[in-house]
C-alpha cells in the first residue's frame, strides 16, 4: 500500500457548468443507444446440498438462466468450479476447425445444443456436475 495520497483531476470531481474540457458530469444515454438485455429463455434450477446453504437462493436452490443453453451451462460450470469443486468436467463444448466437440469426447458438424434432444444433453451434463442433485430445467420460446 503506497503512503501516498490520491489525486483526483479537478475536471473529474469540481461542480461547474458543462463546457469542453470539463468530463466530469453525469450524462446518461439518450435515444435508442442503449440495448436491451436478452430474453432469457433457458432455465435451471438446482438443489444444493445443505452445505452450500450460504450460496443459495432462500428456498436452498440455485438458479442458472440465460438466452441459450451454453450460457446458461457455462454459468453452472463456473458455479461448480467456485463453491464445490476446481476439478470439473472439460467445458460443455466449443467449435474448432469446422467441427463441435463436446465435453464426452464426441464431435458433430452440427451444434447439439440446436437438436432437439438438447435438453436432453444438458440435463446429463449438468448431473456430472451437480451428483446426485435435484434439477429441472425448462425452455421457453418467444415468438417474433
Same mark, same amino acid.
Given at each position: ?20 474540457? #470539463? ?21 435451471? #434450477? ?31 460450470? #463456473?458455479?461448480? #468450479? ?63
Amino acid at each position: 500500500m503506497t503512503t501516498q495520497p490520491w489525486l483526483v483531476h479537478p475536471n473529474r470531481s469540481e461542480l461547474g457548468p458543462n463546457k469542453p474540457g #470539463r468530463n466530469g458530469h453525469y450524462r446518461p444515454v439518450r435515444g435508442e443507444g442503449a440495448a436491451a438485455l436478452p430474453t432469457e429463455t433457458c432455465l435451471v #434450477r438446482i438443489t444444493l446440498p445443505n452445505s452450500l446453504v450460504d450460496v443459495s437462493d432462500g428456498d436452498g436452490t440455485v438458479t442458472f438462466a440465460g438466452s441459450d443453453w451454453a450460457f446458461v451451462v457455462g454459468a453452472a460450470r #463456473r458455479f461448480v #468450479r467456485k463453491h464445490i469443486d476446481a476439478d470439473v468436467l472439460p467445458p460443455f463444448g466449443y467449435f474448432d476447425a469446422g467441427a463441435w466437440w463436446w465435453w464426452d469426447g464426441t464431435t458433430s458438424t452440427e451444434s447439439i445444443l440446436e437438436g432437439p434432444d438438447r435438453i436432453d444433453y444438458v440435463q446429463e451434463y449438468l448431473q456430472l456436475l451437480f451428483r446426485g442433485v435435484a434439477m429441472s430445467l425448462s425452455e421457453t420460446t418467444t415468438s417474433s
